[in-house]
């Protein structure tokens, strides 16, 4: 073959989602992180498109001011995308040098490894314990040649996370050249008080770029719409790498909708925990191992019983008409993924789950 891409790019691989094959109207989509209950019905009694024809602001203060607003924020910090991930590629194509080091936590999100080695940067995984990041590890993973470090709390796929405390350690133990990119698209589902969902970091170290997304508590996925709060600096770079229209005028109004109604995000929180707490009992009363989350997902345990094996159980649940995600490409292979869907669904998730038990037996 004459035609080549870059080296690092030859090694990687599309990011696959399970969206399932024909007829995806009719299946229970729990794969991808999403809201149950949809957006907020404000979005959808309001939004016009009469000025699609136009292109969207560079910049769009109305949302920036809105979110700034919102979470008590410096204007001239926030800086929007197309959804988190593009932020996520920016930070490294604007950041890492041919060869220069990114950290990423072993089972961390799946984007970041991705955009290291799309940017041409060398991605350095730092052990996780227990399925929970390390920051023993990610300082021990530190060298001359780190110029980032990825990490989500609450993580996706895992759903555990690290307290304030732990990640003050990580932040006064990173050289000052050194960015964390503080990934915190599932701070919305958090009311642990040990939690901290960056702000405070950022306000306070110049080298935190905290991460946020439109596309779960808010789901407005379809729409495209995250963004990040960092120094004015890091503001102005992020903008000279990032394309001039990224961020669409439907999104935006969306966007500015989402973020003021709080009867929604009421409704939403109070969904995810009721749904959880159900959803962990359920799994209790069949004995089923599963790591405890703080999202809107749950990772849950297919081995250990009777053969079993996740891959066996995503294949039961697909011809079911259930998708969940298995975690072969996290190297979690006994797991699966299942996001909490709407009560309805999962209840038909668990019935499932009990027929594809009792088929053991
Ligand atoms: C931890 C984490 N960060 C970022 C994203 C990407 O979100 P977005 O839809 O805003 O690109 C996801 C989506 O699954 C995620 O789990």
């Known amino acids: 073959m004459f035609i080549k891409p870059r080296k690092s790019v030859l090694k990687l691989n599309a990011y696959k989602p399970n969206f399932g094959k024909k007829n995806s109207n009719q299946l229970i989509r729990l794969s991808a992180n999403e809201n149950p209950l949809g957006c907020s019905p404000k979005i959808l009694n309001s939004i016009n498109f009469s000025d699609i024809h136009k292109y969207p602001p560079q910049h769009s203060k109305d949302l920036i001011f809105e979110i700034a607003n919102k979470y008590k924020l410096n204007k001239k910090k926030i800086i929007l995308g197309n959804g988190s991930d593009e932020l996520i590629s920016i930070i490294a194509q604007s950041f890492l040098n041919f060869d220069d080091e990114a950290i990423y936590t072993e089972y961390g999100f799946l984007q970041y490894p991705q955009a290291i080695a799309v940017a041409g940067g060398k991605a350095v995984v730092a052990k996780d314990n227990d399925l929970t990041a390390s920051v023993e590890n990610i300082i021990k993973s530190i060298s001359k040649f780190t110029r980032l470090i990825y990490l989500a709390n609450p993580n996706n796929p895992t759903g555990t996370f690290l307290s304030k405390q732990t990640i003050l350690k990580l932040v006064n133990n990173i050289p000052r050249h050194v960015i964390l990119v503080y990934d915190a698209a599932y701070a919305e589902y958090m009311d642990e008080e040990s939690y901290t969902n960056g702000i405070n970091l950022v306000e306070n170290h110049e ?37 001039p229209f990224s961020v669409n005028s439907v999104a935006i109004k969306a966007g500015i909708i989402a973020i003021g109604d709080k009867n929604f995000h009421k409704r939403c929180f109070e ?91």
């Not at 905290?210 to 709060?229: I, P, V």
């Not at 089923?288 to 891959?311: C, D, E, H, P, R």
């Not at 697909?318 to 669904?345: A, D, H, Q, W």
């Open 271 to 361: 969904y995810n925990k009721s749904n959880m707490k159900w959803m962990e009992n359920e799994l209790n009363k069949l004995s089923i191992t599963y790591q405890k989350s703080f999202a809107n997902f749950i990772l849950i345990k297919f081995s250990g019983f009777k053969g079993v094996n996740a891959l066996k159980a995503e294949s039961f649940f697909s011809k079911n008409g259930i998708l969940v995600r298995n975690m072969k490409v996290y190297n979690l292979p006994e797991y699966l993924r299942v996001s909490l869907g709407t009560i309805n669904e999962n209840k038909l998730f668990i019935k499932t789950l009990k027929k594809f038990v009792n088929n053991l037996q």
């Open 207 to 243: 080298n935190v770029i905290m991460l946020r997304t439109f596309s779960k508590f808010h789901g407005l996925a379809g729409l495209r719409l995250g963004w990040a709060y960092c120094s004015e600096k890091i503001v102005k770079i992020l903008m000279s790498v990032k394309g």
